[in-house]
């Protein structure tokens, strides 16, 4: 540090600088061979660094390789992301299109040390995130800590408080989970150069999604017109606020897990709890999972027999007055497993019982978000 002159101001000369470059951005005067890196942070507490902007990155952690590939990397599996419409449809998307822009990261590849390689080669995306905040006119609070407001209050126009205060923060696209799209062996070898496929050599696991809602409206709180409040300093009455955070989003479910010779297909239905913001923004409760042979699964639905079929039950026993449900949230109550023509494992299901169950309330946490009694 002393000999970088301590404390004092430190000048430092940027290499072709032009002024003139700021009317097209900071790129044109920095040095070409200059990468912004991003720390990650090593197994054994040293750091290691991802330059995912400009090119195909590898990075040793630990005893595996890490790959980061953009879109426009030669090197994906798939040029397209693969996926099912609910009504099991097969579509397929552009890796570049609307919010999934060139230099994002569109997959990332695990690579152990004995050679097998796990891809997560679906990026699910948050379409749009706003983050509001705003001098409330009432500060007459229900139980749960949320303020109604109107939609000028959560506007410029807002003329309450001390400073008339409103703030607005979007955040655009960007990939909240990477979906596990394949295992490979490490003697895997894509014949065909379209993925995992049965043509190819060695082994692999191949993972099918369902793209149920492109669009999903989310909200916290996600009741209409409502937002947390927040009573600022006890000495003054006119500077609360009230925040709230609303957004949009992909709902990625699995819709099937498949290796060269059995598939495991994933069968569900809707949810009546955690609606989204929006009317038709729905979630769905897994059902069954049923396993077949590749033969099997090739014979029309009503001449297959499964190898295994997992059966799951719910209610909404748990956290009775959610706002976003008209019961309780969803809660599973026994799963049992039958295997081909035999119904014997009815009999025998896993039943899940559940001690504490208080009614739902919004304040009823700590500060890491988990279940607090007040």
Not at 79 to 102: C, E, G, L, P, W
Not at 300 to 324: M, V, W
Request: charged share 25%.
């Amino acid at each position: 540090m002393n000999q970088s002159g301590g404390m004092k101001p430190a000048k430092f000369e940027l290499q072709n600088y032009n002024p003139a470059a700021f009317v097209n951005g900071i790129s044109e005067f920095l040095p070409s061979d200059f990468s912004f890196h991003k720390a990650s942070k090593r197994l054994n507490n040293s750091f290691n660094t991802f330059s995912p902007v400009n090119n195909l990155k590898q990075e040793k952690i630990g005893a595996n390789t890490f790959t980061i590939l953009t879109a426009r990397e030669k090197e994906l599996i798939n040029d397209s992301i693969q996926y099912y419409k609910f009504n099991n449809t097969k579509n397929s998307m552009s890796r570049v299109s609307k919010f999934r822009q060139a230099h994002h990261i569109s997959e990332i590849r695990i690579t152990k040390d004995d050679g097998v390689k796990y891809n997560y080669g679906i990026a699910a995306y948050n379409t749009e995130k706003n983050e509001y905040s705003f001098n409330p006119k009432t500060t007459n609070t229900s139980t749960d800590g949320k303020i109604h407001y109107s939609s000028e209050d959560a506007s410029v126009d807002n003329k309450n408080g001390i400073d008339h205060y409103f703030s607005k923060t979007t955040t655009p696209a960007y990939a909240y989970a990477y979906l596990l799209t394949s295992i490979l062996s490490s003697d895997y070898v894509d014949i065909s150069g379209d993925g995992p496929t049965e043509d190819d050599f060695g082994t692999y696991t191949k993972f099918n999604y369902y793209l149920m809602n492109d669009n999903f409206g989310w909200r916290t709180p996600n009741e209409s017109n409502k937002a947390n409040f927040n009573k600022g300093l006890l000495s003054h009455d006119a500077d609360q606020k009230a925040c709230f955070i609303d957004g949009k989003k992909e709902i990625w479910f699995i819709h099937s897990i498949e290796t060269r010779n059995y598939i495991a297909r994933f069968y569900y239905s809707e949810r009546i709890d955690g609606k989204g913001s929006d009317v038709g923004s729905v979630l769905y409760k897994l059902d069954s999972i049923i396993s077949y042979t590749k033969s099997e699964w090739l014979k029309p639905e009503n001449e297959r027999t499964y190898i295994e079929k997992t059966i799951f039950q719910h209610d909404y026993s748990l956290a009775i007055g959610a706002t976003n449900s008209t019961q309780g949230k969803l809660t599973l109550t026994k799963l049992y497993s039958l295997y081909q023509n035999s119904l014997k494992g009815k009999n025998h299901p896993y039943v899940f019982s559940y001690k504490k169950n208080s009614n739902y309330k919004s304040t009823s946490l700590d500060r890491w978000g988990r279940y607090k009694k007040l």
